[in-house]
């Protein structure tokens, strides 16, 4: 797989992680960067987002409190996640979204984030 996500696991409620996602085998500056979250019984949503020119997106719900950012000498995307909830439970997807069609867009397996008191 292309993509290997690591740094998933619990926290306590207020607590911080970092998840990351190293790429391989793909040119990474082709590539908006991204990461996606999926709880239980819900539809897998846009966590942030990240441009090679470092422009950024994120969803509403995590906005002032995750910031993503890429390293494309470590062809790697960071996600600090801090003053977690408990609403952000979910399995966090790294991805990989191409800027030219002729791309595939990728997905890593998922990593745990467990926030619980």
């Known amino acids: 797989e292309p993509l290997e996500e690591s740094g998933g696991g619990s926290v306590q409620p207020g607590g911080s992680l970092t998840l990351s996602c190293t790429a391989r085998?793909?040119?990474?500056?082709?590539?908006?960067m991204g990461w996606y979250r999926q709880a239980p019984g819900n539809q897998r949503e846009l966590v942030a987002q990240?441009?090679?020119?470092?422009?950024?997106n994120y969803g509403n719900s995590v906005k002032g409190r995750f910031t993503i950012s890429r390293d494309d000498f470590a062809n790697t995307v960071y996600l600090h996640m801090n003053r977690l909830e408990e609403d952000d439970t979910a399995v966090y997807f790294c991805?990989?979204?191409?800027?030219?069609?002729?791309?595939?867009?990728?997905w890593g397996q998922g990593t745990q984030v467990t926030v619980s008191s």
């Open positions: 991805n990989a979204e191409p800027t030219e069609t002729i791309l595939t867009e990728y």
């Open positions: 085998k793909i040119i990474f500056s082709m590539y908006i």
């Open positions: 990240i441009t090679k020119n470092r422009v950024t």
